[in-house]
């Protein structure tokens, strides 16, 4: 299974992105539909963190510096999860990866979309 990131850029503050990320691959549907989803982030000099994260049941849960602000949803149809991004921040500047964490646990990563948000 690969994980394909995209949709980062520059945005300034106050504005959206919506970054996508699609599983291909063999088998992809089926670690698709049965793993957890999550967005990642890291910044330069620091350790990457969890930003959303989605449970195959749809459970979501946000880390507390972007709750309100973006949105994490994913549609099996087609092995794809996003990350509505609005009211940005120059602190939200950070390369993004997509992971899936299958039932095995065993952590699958994209090659990460950088997003700058400038002042």
């Known amino acids: 299974v690969q994980l394909q990131a995209s949709g980062g850029g520059l945005v300034q503050a106050g504005g959206s992105l919506r970054l996508s990320c699609v599983a291909s691959g063999a088998q992809s549907g089926f670690f698709f539909r049965v793993g957890v989803l999550g967005w990642y982030r890291q910044a330069p000099g620091k350790q990457r963190e969890l930003v959303a994260s989605?449970?195959?049941?749809?459970?979501?849960s946000y880390a507390d510096f972007v709750k309100g602000r973006f949105t994490i949803s994913r549609d099996n149809a087609k092995n794809t999860v996003y990350l509505q991004m609005d009211s940005l921040e120059p602190e939200d500047t950070a390369v993004y990866y997509c992971?899936?964490?299958?039932?095995?646990?065993?952590?699958?990563w994209g090659q990460g979309t950088l997003v700058t948000v400038s002042s």
């Open positions: 992971n899936l964490a299958t039932s095995s646990g065993r952590h699958i």
């Open positions: 989605i449970s195959v049941s749809s459970t979501i």
